[in-house]
Antibody, heavy 120, light 110 residues
Framework: EVQLVESGGGLVQPGRSLRLSCASS????????MHWVRQAPEKGLEWVSG??????????AYADSVKGRFTISRDNAKNSLYLQMNSLRAEDTAFYYC???????????WGQGTLVTVSS | QSALTQPASVSGSPGQSITISCTGT?????????VSWYQHHPGKAPKLMIY???KRPSGVSNRFSGSKSGNTASLTISGLQAEDEADYYC??????????FGTGTKVTVL
C-alpha cells in the first residue's frame, strides 16, 4: 500500500523559512517523479513543484508563485521528498500535500497533508 | 499557469447524473490527453477518480466517467449516491513537467 506522510509544518513568521519532509513507503520511490501540491484555506488545489525520479537537470519545475523562494529535493536512499520554503509570505499559508506521479503522467497518490501557517 | 475553470457547485438527487466541466486552454487541456479528476473530502487525501481523460483506476466505481472535447474536459457521475458528496478537482499536465488544477467543484447530493 502506498503511503506518503508529510511533516514539518507549523506556524512561522513572514520572511522566515521552513522545510517540509515527506516519507514514502509501499512503492519503489526512485522509480517515480514526486510533487508538492497545496491548498490554502477555503481555496482550491494548487500545484507547487515537481521533481523527476533522478533529480536530473531540467527535471525540476515550480509554479510561478513560488519560483525563486522554494526548492524541491529528494533523497532516494531515504525514500524521502523535501520542500525548502524561504521568504515565506502570508499567502503561502496552506495545507501542503506530498504526491506521487504514476506511470501515466498522472498524480496518483497523495499524503494527508501538513499545515503551514505564515503569520506574525 | 492560470487555474482551469470549473463550476463552483453542482447538485443532484440520489440516482441522478451530474456533469462537471473543466475548461482550460490550448496549452494544457487542449494539448494533452492527460486530464485527471480527484475526489477530495476535507481533511483527507485527495483520491484519483479518472486519469488520461477517461480511464478509471482499479477500484473506482464505473459510475464515474470522463471525456474531453477541445479545451474542455468533463466528469460525469451517474447514479448519484450520498457518498459522492465531496469536492472534485480536475488537473491537466501543462508541459515542461508542470501541472495545473481546476478551481474545484462542490458536489451536493440533495
Amino acid at each position: 500500500e502506498v503511503q506518503l506522510v508529510e511533516s514539518g509544518g507549523g506556524l512561522v513568521q513572514p520572511g522566515r523559512s521552513l522545510r517540509l519532509s515527506c516519507a514514502s513507503s509501499g512503492f519503489t520511490f526512485d522509480d517515480y517523479a514526486m510533487h508538492w501540491v497545496r491548498q490554502a484555506p477555503e481555496k482550491g488545489l494548487e500545484w507547487v513543484s515537481g521533481i523527476s525520479w533522478n533529480s536530473g537537470s531540467g527535471s525540476i519545475a515550480y509554479a510561478d508563485s513560488v519560483k525563486g523562494r522554494f526548492t524541491i529535493s529528494r533523497d532516494n536512499a531515504k525514500n524521502s521528498l523535501y520542500l525548502q520554503m524561504n521568504s515565506l509570505r502570508a499567502e503561502d499559508t496552506a495545507f501542503y500535500y506530498c504526491a506521487k506521479e504514476g506511470d501515466s503522467t498522472t498524480i496518483d497518490y497523495w499524503g494527508q497533508g501538513t499545515l503551514v501557517t505564515v503569520s506574525s | 499557469q492560470s487555474a482551469l475553470t470549473q463550476p463552483a457547485s453542482v447538485s443532484g438527487s440520489p440516482g441522478q447524473s451530474i456533469t462537471i466541466s473543466c475548461t482550460g486552454t490550448s496549452s494544457d487541456v487542449g494539448s494533452y490527453n492527460l486530464v485527471s479528476w480527484y475526489q477530495h473530502h476535507p481533511g483527507k487525501a485527495p483520491k484519483l477518480m479518472i486519469y488520461e481523460g477517461s480511464k478509471r483506476p482499479s477500484g473506482v466505481s464505473n459510475r464515474f466517467s470522463g471525456s474531453k472535447s477541445g479545451n474542455t474536459a468533463s466528469l460525469t457521475i451517474s447514479g448519484l449516491q450520498a457518498e459522492d458528496e465531496a469536492d472534485y478537482y480536475c488537473c491537466s499536465y501543462a508541459g515542461s513537467s508542470t501541472y495545473v488544477f481546476g478551481t474545484g467543484t462542490k458536489v451536493t447530493v440533495l
